[in-house]
C-alpha cells in the first residue's frame, strides 16, 4: 500500500514536469514553498536530469524553479501576515506539518532576522516554512522577495546543477539502475520516511502552542 503510494506520488511529480515543462516545475516549486512537503530535492533534481538529456535548458529550469519559488513565499507571507499561523498549528498534521517544523522557522526568524530569509532558502525543511514568521512580523515586502529570490535561485540552481550531472553519467550508472522514475520514487520514499517520522514524533500541536504563548 505504501509502495504504491510513494510510486503513484512519484509518478506525478515527473508526469506533470514532464508534461508541463517549465509550468509545472514553477506550480510544484510554488506549493513547496507555501508549506505543502512536496521534496524540492525531488522537483528540481529531475529537472537538471531532464535539462541534461536536452528535453529543458539549465537556465529554463533554474528560473521556473525560482519564480515558483517566490510565488509560493509570498502566499506563505500572505498567510502569516494575515492570521492563518494558528490554522496550521492546529491542522497542520493532517498534511505532515509538524508544531516542530513552524517552530524551527519561527526561531530561524527570532534569531537572525530578515536575513534567515535568505539563509533558510539553503536548508532542508527551514526553506518551506520560513516565509510564515516573516509574514507575521510584517517584514517589509521589497527585502523578503529580494532575498527569497536569490536564496532560491541558488537552492534551485544547485539542485538543478546535480540532476544535470547525474544525466549526463547516466549511462555509467545505468547498468546499476533500473531507471530514473525508480531511482525518484526511492528517494521521495525515503523523504517521505522522514517526514512521517518527524511528524509522529513532535509533541501535539496544544503543547507547542504553549510554548509560544
Not at 507571507?77 to 492546529?90: K, S, T
Not at 491542522?91 to 526568524?109: E, M, N, T, V, Y
Not at 547498468?175 to 509533541?203: C, E, K, S, W
Request: charged share 15%; aromatic share 8%.
Amino acid at each position: 500500500m505504501i509502495h504504491a503510494l510513494i510510486h503513484a506520488m512519484a509518478g506525478a511529480i515527473l508526469m506533470t514536469i514532464r508534461h508541463t515543462g517549465y509550468i509545472g516545475i514553477a506550480a510544484l516549486m510554488a506549493a513547496e514553498s507555501a508549506c505543502i512537503p512536496i521534496p524540492s530535492e525531488v522537483i528540481m533534481t529531475f529537472a537538471g536530469y531532464l535539462a541534461s538529456v536536452k528535453t529543458l535548458s539549465f537556465v529554463g529550469v533554474t528560473l521556473a524553479g525560482t519564480i515558483g519559488g517566490v510565488a509560493g513565499s509570498l502566499a506563505a507571507y500572505a498567510f502569516g501576515a494575515y492570521g492563518g499561523l494558528p490554522f496550521l498549528r492546529r491542522h497542520g498534521r493532517k498534511i505532515l506539518i509538524s508544531p516542530r517544523d513552524l517552530d524551527l522557522a519561527h526561531d530561524w526568524f527570532a534569531r537572525h532576522g530578515q536575513s534567515a530569509v535568505f539563509f533558510a532558502r539553503l536548508l532542508p525543511i527551514v526553506r518551506t516554512f520560513i516565509s510564515l514568521p516573516a509574514g507575521v512580523a510584517r517584514m517589509p515586502l521589497a527585502p523578503f522577495i529580494l532575498y527569497s529570490t536569490i536564496g532560491s535561485a541558488i537552492w534551485c540552481a544547485a539542485l538543478a546543477w546535480i540532476g544535470l550531472r547525474l544525466g549526463q553519467h547516466w549511462r555509467e550508472l545505468n547498468p546499476y539502475m533500473h531507471g530514473i522514475d525508480d531511482a525518484v520514487a526511492v528517494g521521495l520514499g525515503l523523504l517521505l520516511i522522514l517526514a512521517v517520522r518527524r511528524h509522529r514524533a513532535t509533541p501535539a500541536a496544544g503543547d507547542s502552542d504553549a510554548g509560544h504563548k
